[in-house]
């Protein structure tokens, strides 16, 4: 079964307005993280944010926060105020067990384009 | 500036030939990941290592073989490589202690 679903291949969204990409993740691991990562078409994964399953509040980093909803196992990204730079692939993954494991099982991703 | 850098950006090789990947950290990181990406299935582990020596397979581990005699290398062999193993791959280091992976900028192989 796959661990992380992103249902959205694509999206266009209209500069400075907000965008959220989608996540679902499947564990039965209590103690768990969830990362999300850009990839621009020059290849290189850029970290953007991480929510670990204990946390009580949702992570932000500057224009990224993230959506987290434990009981429905969703860990959407919510993107404010697009910028042209923002267009890439964008993925999400999850750490199993505890900070010490080592395995990120990743989404098939979302591609965004940003429209001037 | 942390970086994670790989041998070549592209690679175009023959089928059957053995091909070396090779990936250098400078953040002396105890882990390092390989990966392979393509379009539709995200990226998945090929193999990683915990420490100097040691590795394990992921869950692509089939047609790879990995080598780390050294902290900062961590290098991918594909012993005879096959038209199937066209992708890009991607390799990554983290620390022991936890945290997000780093990532390098890819290597798109081509097996003809």
């Known amino acids: 079964a796959q661990k992380i679903t992103q249902t959205q291949p694509g999206m266009f969204v209209q500069e400075k307005e907000a965008v959220t990409l989608d996540c679902t993740y499947d564990?039965?691991?209590?103690?768990?993280?969830l990362f999300w990562y850009k990839q621009p078409s020059s290849g290189e994964m850029i970290f953007l944010i991480y929510?670990?399953?204990?946390?009580?509040q949702n992570a932000t980093e500057g224009r990224y926060s993230l959506n987290f909803q434990k009981a429905r196992k969703s860990a959407n990204l919510v993107i404010s105020a697009s910028q042209l730079g923002d267009s890439a692939m964008y993925f999400c993954a999850m750490r199993e067990g505890d900070s010490n494991d080592y395995k990120l099982s990743f989404g098939a991703g979302t591609t965004v384009t940003v429209r001037a | 500036d942390v970086k994670v850098t790989q041998s070549s950006r592209y690679l175009v090789k023959r089928t059957g030939e053995k091909v070396f990947l090779e990936c250098v950290q400078d953040m002396d990181h105890e882990n390092m990941f390989w990966y392979r990406q393509d379009p539709g299935l995200g990226l998945r582990l090929i193999y990683f290592?915990?420490?100097?020596?040691?590795?394990e397979k992921g869950d692509i581990p089939e047609g790879y073989s990995v080598s780390r005699e050294k902290k900062e290398r961590f290098s991918l062999i594909l012993e005879s490589a096959s038209t199937n193993q066209t992708s890009m791959y991607l390799c990554?280091?983290?620390?022991?202690?936890?945290?997000?992976?780093?990532f390098g900028p890819g290597t798109r192989l081509t097996v003809l």
């Open positions: 290592s915990y420490d100097v020596k040691m590795k």
């Open positions: 564990t039965s691991d209590q103690s768990y993280g």
């Open positions: 990554a280091s983290r620390n022991s202690g936890g945290g997000e992976q780093f």
């Open positions: 929510q670990g399953s204990y946390d009580e």
